[in-house]
């Protein structure tokens, strides 16, 4: 009994997480937001792994996981990202805002009816792009015509979770089950670190999502621009020919 409930555990408590995130996000708390967000994706990241190594996976956890997805990673970096620049735009940032998460369950809805298990993701996880755009909110002090630019990168991470876009899926790599014994204590080191620099050590963790959400975008287009290659580099072959 406890095996089984061991995932749902994790995926409840990034639910719980998504929850507060939004409330704190609402007292303008957003540094503090976007590291539940933060915590959440590494509650997610975990509830899988724990389910296949106990032998625990579920149609039940599955869909537990995505609704609980939904509200961590769509509803709530939506909502940081409204306090800290679409609220100043009227009802074009209440739409803006409404579209991020509508994007990400449709993402996470064509993900559950997809049949096969490939190595590869089709469309961004919402779990990126959910953490991108909370850590991203953190950044726009800096941003300049931040009502123009970040609104439109909200919309472009929207496109990338419904779109046809490869990208890894890091949760096929294998990891030791011993490893699992010390996830506790990265977690707790992790939070400590954030609740010391909450704003600075949040703010890091937008590189590695932001380089994550570019290279589908970036792979993508160098596979067209060497299929254009090959493609006139054959023409000309067969002209030469003639």
């Known amino acids: 009994m406890v095996r089984r409930a061991l995932p749902s555990l994790f995926t409840v408590g990034n639910l719980f997480l998504g929850i507060i995130s939004i409330i704190v996000a609402f007292k303008s708390n957003f540094a503090w937001a976007a590291l539940l967000v ?44 409204y306090g800290v620049v679409l609220n100043e735009i009227g009802w074009i940032g209440t739409v803006i805002t409404a579209v991020f998460p509508i994007c990400g369950a449709l993402r996470l809805a064509r993900f559950n009816v997809a049949t096969g298990t490939p190595n590869y993701f089709v469309g961004l996880p919402i779990t990126a792009a959910g953490g991108v755009l909370a850590t991203m909110a953190l950044y726009h002090d800096a941003i300049p015509a931040k009502t123009i ?5 909200m919309l472009f991470l929207a496109y990338l979770m419904v779109s046809n876009i490869k990208y890894p899926n890091f949760k096929k790599v294998g990891v030791p089950r011993s490893a699992y014994y010390i996830v506790p204590a990265i977690i707790v080191i992790v939070a400590f670190v954030f609740w010391l620099f909450p704003q600075h050590a949040t703010k890091l963790v937008f590189l590695p999502l932001a380089v994550y959400a570019f290279y589908g975008v970036l792979k993508k287009n160098g596979k067209r621009k060497a299929k254009k290659g090959s493609e006139s580099t054959r023409e000309e072959y067969e002209q030469i020919a003639k």
């Open 149 to 153: 630019w970040m609104p439109l990168f």
């Open 38 to 81: 933060i915590i959440g994706m590494l509650l997610d990241g975990l509830d899988g792994r724990v389910a296949r190594a106990l032998n625990a996976q579920s149609e039940f956890g599955k869909e537990l996981d995505s609704l609980s997805d939904v509200i961590s990673f769509g509803v709530a970096p939506a909502f940081i990202m």
